[in-house]
């Protein structure tokens, strides 16, 4: 996450932090002016790492990534709170996990809303009044308690904590930038289904997954609309993992963003994927009738062991049954 962090820094964040915790007159002038005559003799890159050195923040740029760089401009010296003080990163990922999920769920699920969507769903007998305005209305409500409940996680990964890695030479093996990814799911999958299953035991049930259950015919805005609990104990398993095993930066991005992606695909209410190894929406689809079957996220495998596994009906995958079932 330190890449993505970076990012938000350079384009926002420096900015954000010096309009609202600024540094003092006299000790953001003499960043300026470190700034500027060390730009004028040097290379910007060498002003963020030798001549800021002297700077009032004590701060200095270390690239999150070899692959590239993006030298801080004079605005990240210009707050109390340089880019390493721990509650400024804190702060940051909260807003960061916040924001950039509100955004990857309005943009995915209205995507697939309008393209993939099966609109014949509002005309089931158990599609609720307002449905979509429900959901959305669920969602906006949980993502931010779950991003204050993920940041530390995050902070600690950007503290240095983790196993992530940057190039090939810094992992196991050019071999592993490969198996990282069956390894990542297969890890999480199994972990989502134990913790699904548990989150359906009487004792917990009603209280923090039965609003999810609520869409019985859900709509891709359905795919983020959880009890907060609910969402980020699912979601922990996502984060754990380079805590346990090596994983390229640029591939937890990516595998951080096919995960939301994937939420939404499993809630399109599409029955594309008649597949018994892939869980796909017609199998989240049983699990939302049945509560009873199906608890995998991404493939059944998990299901047939633990004996939880129920197969979609061939009539869900024809148009002209699938929204007749009312069973």
Not at 177 to 189: G, S, V
């Amino acid at each position: 996450m330190d890449i993505v962090l970076e990012l938000f820094d350079t384009f926002a964040f420096d900015r954000l932090y010096a309009a609202l915790i600024p540094a003092s007159a006299s000790a953001s002038a003499s960043a300026s002016a470190s700034w500027a005559s060390a730009k004028t003799a040097s290379t910007v890159a060498n002003v963020t790492l030798s001549s800021m050195r002297e700077s009032p923040t004590n701060y200095e740029y270390r690239p999150a990534t070899q692959f590239y760089q993006l030298p801080p401009s004079v605005w990240a010296y210009r707050s109390v709170w340089p880019r390493d003080n721990p509650y400024r990163q804190l702060v940051s990922l909260f807003l960061i996990t916040w924001l950039f999920g509100l955004v990857i769920y309005f943009t995915v699920a209205s995507l697939s809303f309008v393209f993939v969507f099966d609109k014949n769903t509002f005309n089931h007998p158990r599609y609720l009044k307002n449905q979509i305005r429900q959901e959305i209305r669920q969602t906006m409500v949980s993502l931010p308690i779950m991003a204050v409940l993920t940041a530390p996680i995050f902070f600690i990964e950007v503290r240095g904590y983790s196993k992530l890695y940057d190039a090939t030479a810094d992992g196991p093996g050019r071999w592993y930038d490969i198996l990282q990814f069956p390894i990542f799911l297969i890890f999480t999958d199994f972990c989502i289904y134990w913790i699904h299953r548990g989150l359906h035991h009487p004792t917990v049930y009603k209280t923090i997954h039965k609003p999810h259950h609520k869409w019985i015919m859900p709509t891709p805005y359905a795919s983020h609309a959880f009890h907060p609990i609910d969402g980020y104990s699912q979601g922990l398993p996502y984060h754990l993992f380079p805590f346990l095993f090596p994983l390229q930066k640029f591939a937890y991005i990516a595998l951080f963003i096919f995960i939301n992606v994937w939420t939404v695909m499993i809630h399109d209410g599409e029955y594309i994927a008649n597949s018994p190894v892939i869980n796909g929406a017609a199998c989240h689809a049983v699990h939302h009738e049945k509560f009873e079957w199906n608890y995998g996220q991404f493939t059944t495998m998990w299901d047939r062991i633990g004996l939880t596994y129920r197969k979609p009906p061939t009539e869900m995958f024809q148009k002209k049954t699938k929204k007749s079932r009312t069973d």
